[in-house]
């Protein structure tokens, strides 16, 4: 069992950087794969990064490509996402999502894959 608890989140403006963190427990986080999705108004869930549990692999919507960076921090038992340059397409609840990774290099992107969620925590980004 794995438990996730997102920080981090806030209103900005376009431009600004917001760093999120995602608190995991359990002795055995550094077996998992993390993901971050987003949720925004009326839309469906989508992915937005992830990573592998080993940290050597990492995936990245094309909507975040070059701008947001995932990365882990296992002795933590910490996930982040370093949001860069952020647009009012942004705007969004922002969830991790872990999943026991069985190959060191899996980075699943479907929400479906994923079997631990967090609450969320909100970004909202002002144009």
């Known amino acids: 069992q794995v438990q996730l608890v997102e920080s981090g989140g806030g209103l900005v403006q376009t431009g600004d950087s917001l760093k999120l963190s995602c608190a995991a427990s359990?002795?055995?986080?550094?077996?998992?794969?993390m993901g971050w999705f987003r949720q925004a108004p009326g839309k469906e869930r989508e992915s937005v990064a992830a990573?592998?549990?080993?940290?050597?692999?990492?995936y990245y919507a094309d909507s975040v490509k070059g701008r947001f960076t995932i990365s882990r921090d296992n002795a933590k038992n910490t996930v982040y996402l370093q949001m860069n340059s952020l647009k009012p397409e942004d705007t969004a609840v922002y969830y991790c999502?872990?999943?026991?990774?069985?190959?060191?290099?899996?980075?699943?992107?479907?929400?479906?894959?994923?079997?631990?969620w967090g609450q969320g925590t909100q970004v909202t980004v002002s144009s």
């Open positions: 999502a872990a999943v026991l990774a069985h190959s060191p290099g899996k980075t699943p992107k479907l929400p479906g894959a994923y079997d631990y």
């Open positions: 359990g002795r055995t986080f550094s077996s998992y794969a």
């Open positions: 990573i592998s549990w080993s940290g050597s692999s990492t």
